[in-house]
């Protein structure tokens, strides 16, 4: 990934596949989410409170810091008021919805033009390491107004093949947990399995998405672990944490013939980062995002000031994007902190496990 040089007033407009200067992006973000004809009612009526004017001070990435933490406010907002007024409707891709792990669940949108560039990334991925995103896919992922099924469905249609799914809702199962009903969670995993499993015995499949914990369960499964051998030739992970024993395993025993590839995001960001090409079985799993319209920083909850590379610390998410802007958003995980890529602006994370509790309320991932 190299950034390219661009010219005043292109980086926001730069084209699908190049990635801009990183200051650049910011000052041309600020004065389209702030400007008096282009912003989102949603900026626009912050901007009194911010106590500092965007267009004259934010100049830089490291700038992004000056912004209070605005997600939760997402949770009640008329989604009309994000649609920044130099954007219509018509540009909206889709809404989507937070998996509601810390509360009610939090609404942001999408416009084509960002899934495009979301897309083109996770393509140059699948290439980078040797594959096409053809074929068809089984997303074993929550779909439903979570913004990852929109996306697998579209690379899906884009690579010329087909997205299979299943019938997953996250925020049952975390109920189930959160009340103490291990049996009854432990039971929902299967019935997902089962879905899984009719989908693997009587459709081709090239490309399968899950999360760890399903896919401990289907590898544990020597039938099902047979079909998928014999069918997928890729497989993505993400939602989850998977220790670099587990990854080991799974590519050297389990799946050994199966290209395998883990992924980190959250609807905050509207997609996220994918594992660092090259990296060898003993090492951490390292993530970059798609910078710079996507930057971590890996910070001190107390201090808020950067950890030391490879010590742990909470994640900090920042979108910057003509659709959505959404910087300096602490999110509910902890990771190492790992140098970003040349150019890149904040951090690589590796290791990502989640908080104990965030925002007065207890973490659970549950299957996802």
């Known amino acids: 990934m190299s950034v390219s040089s661009s010219v005043e007033g292109s980086a926001l407009d730069c084209p699908i596949g190049s990635y801009p200067d990183a200051d650049q992006l910011v000052r041309e973000a600020v004065r389209w989410h702030f400007g008096p004809d282009t912003g989102s009612r949603f900026w626009l009526d912050r901007l009194p409170k911010l106590g500092f004017d965007p267009i004259e001070e934010i100049r830089t990435f490291a700038d992004l810091a000056k912004f209070p933490n605005v997600v939760n406010d997402l949770r009640d907002i008329r989604v009309e008021d994000l649609i920044p007024q130099g954007l219509r409707s018509a540009d909206v891709y889709g809404v989507y919805e937070s998996g509601g792990t810390t509360g009610a669940p939090k609404r942001v949108l999408c416009t084509h033009e960002w899934m495009d560039r979301w897309l083109a ?31 697998l469905k579209e690379q899906a249609h884009r690579g010329g093949g087909l997205l299979f799914t299943i019938d997953m809702d996250p925020r049952w199962v975390k109920k189930r947990i959160a009340g103490g009903d291990l049996e ?94 090259g990296l060898r079985d003993d090492e951490p799993c390292i993530f970059d995002p798609l910078g710079p319209f996507i930057a971590f920083n890996v910070v001190d909850p107390q201090t808020r000031q950067p950890v030391p590379y490879g010590e742990r610390g909470q994640v900090v998410m920042n979108l910057v994007s003509k659709g959505m802007f959404l910087p300096n958003n602490p999110e509910r995980d902890t990771a190492l902190r790992f140098e970003a890529q040349p150019g890149m602006p904040g951090d690589a994370v590796a290791d990502v496990e989640p908080l104990k509790s965030f925002d007065e309320t207890t973490v659970i991932e549950g299957v996802y």
């Open 121 to 151: 990334f996770s393509e140059q991925q699948f290439r980078k390491r040797g594959q096409e995103p053809g074929g068809n896919w089984l997303g074993i992922m929550p779909s439903g107004p979570h913004i990852f099924g929109a996306a």
């Open 184 to 277: 009854g969670a432990g039971a929902y995993a299967a019935h997902l399995i089962e879905q899984a499993t009719y989908l693997l015995e009587t459709q081709d499949i090239a490309v399968m998405v899950t999360t760890p914990a399903l896919l401990e369960r289907m590898a544990a499964d020597p039938h099902l672990a047979d079909l998928i051998n014999r069918k997928v030739h890729y497989i993505q992970w993400g939602g989850m944490h998977m220790d670099a024993d587990t990854r080991h395993l799974f590519r050297t025993e389990v799946f050994p013939g199966i290209t395998l590839q883990g992924g980190y995001g959250s609807t905050m960001v509207c997609g996220g980062s994918m594992e660092r090409i």
